[in-house]
């Protein structure tokens, strides 16, 4: 077999130590399986030219973790509280198969057996590759042992908590990783004697082990969605990765330069206020933001830079801050080794769709470090979608001693032009196209624009008896701006008497500075008993927000202000703090206990409160309404996980949760009210080695005070109490090699527990007691399928590689307000490429069998003539999904 370009890490020897001949052999002539035309084609080739470059090596990629369960820690040692050291001699054949692994440097005879084991029976490896081609190869591996109760990084297989004795081993991400490559005619000789053998390479030392950030699980919602499924079907941008998160659907309802609407078991949370988003460890979420409170965009997000994401749905993890109602969900970024080096790739599709990417990763560095540019340009489907959007990630990781160090920047800006929602029943009678806008100037002036920085540093640290820390530091602006008319022509004038009919040109404004911190400390583990160990984890976060905003009735296409609604600045600081305590008691039982609680603190500046329409001209006021308000929430997290059998894991967990309130709403000196939240989940995970993992869990949640969209007003509003029960199934299987795919189907039936009650301004809501809440589908259907191998070995001296992916999501019809039901949703994407050497070349299909579906459907009322008398009966409102689209993309690997 062929030989890796690696070096050999220190103690590893030459090659005929392991029974492997000598690289440094002169070839001795053709292998014993080469026919005569193999000579022939040597005699024909004449003379080599002396003085001509020799060709460069194929390109040598070594092995790579795809996954690294812990070793299972001896029972009978768990008093000593040692973290030993385990180095393997692991070989791997041309699938990635363990074949063998043999102890080097041992440590006790029982944790040398559970090191073996471990790595036989359950890592994972992706093979090693020459020109392309899988081969057989030998890596050593280090297996380092923790108490069974440590924490995010149970899952890692070594720390740097041992530097001095193992120098070679820079800790990453599950990676493997190279020091100083050999020069490329070693290789190559050392490749053609080991080819000659029918030996395995003997690659260098795979370090792997978990990212000081990656959280342990808790409860029964909390699943990891990997790379390769993330991979496996076409996604049209970033946030479309949320499609493969078990109960999630998300859509770009309104263009390029708006947030995603989307909804997780059994949350409609638009445009993110139920969820709690995170990047690379930067908040998204955007706290009294006039487009909706948590308002998040995913729009900087690049999908070829994002590894790995890790979802906990409900609230039973005491790091889960604001805005997890519905859950949580962590964007895990870096580029893995055998996509490292430069890649540039533009995508040209329907609709003059275009896409650029450029992406640098330095090979031989932190997975971690990268830098990634985007650029997306659209004319869009129907009329008024056209957009452009321009992102850029850039991300260094770097070591000292024990600590590790992490910078992420993140810079987006995106414009769009918006169709705006029209109504079923003109599309119906063909007054207006599904896919197209108003044709009056209000609806044809709908746009938005948007931009972002955010910007952190990272470190994490560990310490030699196991206790460990974490902190950080992040910077962020936002700019938003956007003009939308959802009800036609209803609208009138409070700042200018007897005006309406202008139309109902919303434009609402948003400008947020915002800067933060966090930290937490993990103690070194207690152990009172020789079958019990215990821990305590405490930590911080908190923010500081000042938020400009306006809202304004605009009069279209001289965008002249006719009406004022909003005009204030707020700043707002909010403190987290919450710990836990950590019980370890034997192999099978473990259980968290602990308590969060936050701390809002408010100034606004309401320039337009107290403010009096001029229809009473009777009444004095004085505009203006300046106060604060603050407030306290506290509510206990616990979990526990029950592990019976090897391959069996039952976990349940309960939480108290929070939301923070929209800040304008808020009187003086109000204790500020938090949206509070009580959830609990019961659920086993069936794992079967590699192959197949399957997650059943059912939840109820309530929430003392939910929002909907109010199209009035453009915004989200408070609509009373709501409950959710429901329950999820999640499996991911990898049988074969070149095969994976993961399904999710997720239930729930959520009711409105309290409805608003009626106003002078709402005399009729649109929302009764005992209803379903609007907008949230009941079933939520995901299905991911990838096919990716090698199609022919050998295509001039490079192997040609396939692929082949699915994706498929299903929403049953959506309740909406009056009793009526959205349609449901069916949409399958598909895609397809080829890869033979540094090219790639694919094509993506979206919505391939072209359903006419509705990104977002709502029902109030609206009149769209703007002479006619207004309607006041309830309709059908719809922003058109995309259509069938297609992308064919060119990418390059130097």
């Given at each position: ?77 768990l008093g000593d509280g040692a973290h030993p050291t385990v180095v393997l001699l692991v070989t791997l054949d041309e699938h990635g198969h363990v074949m063998s692994a043999t102890v080097e440097h041992g440590a006790e005879p029982e944790f040398d057996a559970a090191a073996v084991e471990a790595v036989t029976r359950s890592w994972t490896f992706a093979p090693a590759e020459r020109g392309g081609q899988p081969i057989a190869a030998r ?147 955007l706290p009294s933001h006039i487009h909706g409170q948590g308002y998040a965009d995913l729009g900087f997000l690049i999908p070829e830079v994002v590894r790995r994401v890790q979802v906990t749905e409900g609230v039973a993890d005491p790091r889960q801050g604001d805005f997890a109602v519905a859950g949580s969900v962590r964007f895990e970024l870096g580029v893995e080794e055998r996509r490292r080096g430069w890649r540039v790739e533009s ?548």
């Amino acid at each position: 077999m062929l030989a890796l370009a690696l070096a050999f890490a220190p103690g590893l020897g030459r090659a005929q130590d392991a029974g492997v001949p000598d690289a440094g052999v002169p070839d001795a002539g053709p292998p014993p399986d080469a026919g005569p035309s193999d000579h022939a084609a040597s005699d024909d080739a004449g003379a080599p030219d002396p003085h001509a470059d020799p060709p460069p090596p194929p390109r040598l990629l070594p092995p790579r973790v795809i996954t690294s369960p812990p070793p299972h820690y001896p029972d009978d040692r768990l008093g000593d509280g040692a973290h030993p050291t385990v180095v393997l001699l692991v070989t791997l054949d041309e699938h990635g198969h363990v074949m063998s692994a043999t102890v080097e440097h041992g440590a006790e005879p029982e944790f040398d057996a559970a090191a073996v084991e471990a790595v036989t029976r359950s890592w994972t490896f992706a093979p090693a590759e020459r020109g392309g081609q899988p081969i057989a190869a030998r890596v050593r591996v280090a297996v380092h042992f923790e108490l069974p109760s440590f924490d995010a990084a149970t899952t890692e297989a070594i720390e740097g908590s041992h530097p001095e004795s193992h120098p070679e081993m820079n800790p990453a991400r599950p990676h493997v990783h190279t020091n100083d490559p050999p020069p490329a005619e070693e290789a190559a000789a050392d490749g053609a004697d080991h080819e000659a053998s029918g030996e395995p390479a003997l690659g260098v030392t795979a370090e792997v082990e978990g990212a000081g950030q990656r959280e342990e699980e808790r409860g029964a919602g909390a699943f990891e969605v990997d790379r390769d499924i993330l991979e496996a079907a076409p996604r049209q941008d970033g946030a479309d990765l949320l499609l493969s998160v078990p109960g999630v659907f998300a859509a770009r309802a309104e263009g390029l330069a708006v947030g995603q609407r989307i909804n997780l078991r059994g949350f409609d949370a638009e445009h993110g206020q139920d969820i709690e988003l995170t990047v690379g460890g930067l908040p998204v979420n955007l706290p009294s933001h006039i487009h909706g409170q948590g308002y998040a965009d995913l729009g900087f997000l690049i999908p070829e830079v994002v590894r790995r994401v890790q979802v906990t749905e409900g609230v039973a993890d005491p790091r889960q801050g604001d805005f997890a109602v519905a859950g949580s969900v962590r964007f895990e970024l870096g580029v893995e080794e055998r996509r490292r080096g430069w890649r540039v790739e533009s995508g040209y599709g329907l609709f003059h769709a275009f896409r650029q990417l450029v992406m640098f990763a330095p090979e031989g560095e932190r997975e971690e470090t990268f830098g990634a540019v985007q650029y997306q340009r659209t004319d869009g489907y129907g009329q008024n979608r056209g957009g452009d959007a321009v992102s850029a990630i850039v991300q260094v990781g770097a070591r000292d001693g024990s600590w590790r160090w992490r910078g992420l920047g993140i810079l987006h800006g995106a414009r769009a032009d918006l169709a705006g929602v029209v109504r079923a029943d003109d599309v119906q009678a063909g007054r207006v196209g599904f896919y197209d806008s108003y044709p009056v100037t209000s609806a044809q002036s709908q746009n938005a624009l948007s931009g972002r920085f955010l910007g952190g540093f990272f470190g994490d640290w560990r310490g030699d008896d196991g206790a460990n820390a974490s902190l950080g530091l992040w910077v962020g602006a936002d700019a938003f701006r956007v003009q939308e008319n959802f009800t036609g022509f209803i609208q009138r004038s409070r700042t200018l008497a007897g005006v309406a009919g202008r139309g109902d040109l919303i434009e609402q404004q948003n400008q947020t500075l915002s800067a933060g911190l966090l930290g937490r400390y993990r103690s070194a583990p207690w152990r009172p008993f020789d079958e019990v160990a215990a821990r305590v984890e405490l930590g911080l976060d908190g923010r500081f927000d000042h938020v400009g905003q306006t809202q304004n009735l605009l009069g279209a296409p001289r965008n002249q202000t006719w009406d004022r609604r909003v005009d204030a600045s707020i700043l707002g600081t909010q403190v987290g703090l919450w710990g836990e305590v950590e019980l370890t008691i034997t192999d099978y039982l473990r259980v968290h206990g602990g308590l969060r609680a936050a701390l809002l603190l408010y100034e606004i500046d309401d320039r337009l409160g107290n403010f009096v329409p001029l229809v009473r001209p009777m009444d004095e006021f004085i505009m203006g309404f300046r106060r604060s308000a603050g407030g306290a929430t506290v509510g206990p997290r616990a979990s526990a996980e029950l592990r019976p059998l090897d391959w069996l894991s039952i976990r349940a967990g309960y939480g108290h949760g929070y939301r923070s309130p929209q800040a304008r709403t808020l009187a003086d000196s109000e204790a500020a009210p938090f949206t509070e939240v009580r959830g609990a989940d019961l659920g086993a995970t069936a794992t079967y080695g590699r192959y197949l993992r399957v997650s059943v869990a059912g939840y109820w949640t309530e929430l003392s005070d939910d929002v909907a969209f109010e199209p009035r007003e453009g915004r989200l509003e408070r609509i009373g109490a709501s409950r959710r029960l429901g329950a999820v199934l999640y499996a991911q299987a990898r049988p074969l090699d070149w095969l994976v795919g993961a399904l999710s189907v997720t239930y729930v039936d959520a009711e409105l527990l309290e409805p608003p009650p009626p106003t002078a301004d709402d005399p009729q809501p649109a929302f009764t007691e005992g209803q379903n809440l609007p907008y949230v589908p009941p079933v939520v259907i995901r299905a991911d399928v990838g096919v990716n191998g090698p199609l022919i070995a050998d295509v001039l001296g490079e192997t040609l590689t396939g692929r082949i992916g699915i994706g498929y999501s299903f929403l049953s019809p959506r309740p909406l307000p009056f009793g009526g039901f959205a349609d449901a949703v069916n949409l399958l994407d598909a895609s397809a490429g080829v890869g033979w050497g540094p090219l790639d070349l694919g094509v993506s299909f979206f919505n391939l069998f072209d359903q006419r579906w509705a990104a977002s459907e709502f029902l109030f009322t609206s009149s769209w003539d703007p002479t006619g008398i207004p309607d006041r009966v309830p309709a059908r409102h719809l922003s058109a999904g995309s259509p069938f689209r297609f992308m064919v993309t060119l990418g390059v690997s130097p």
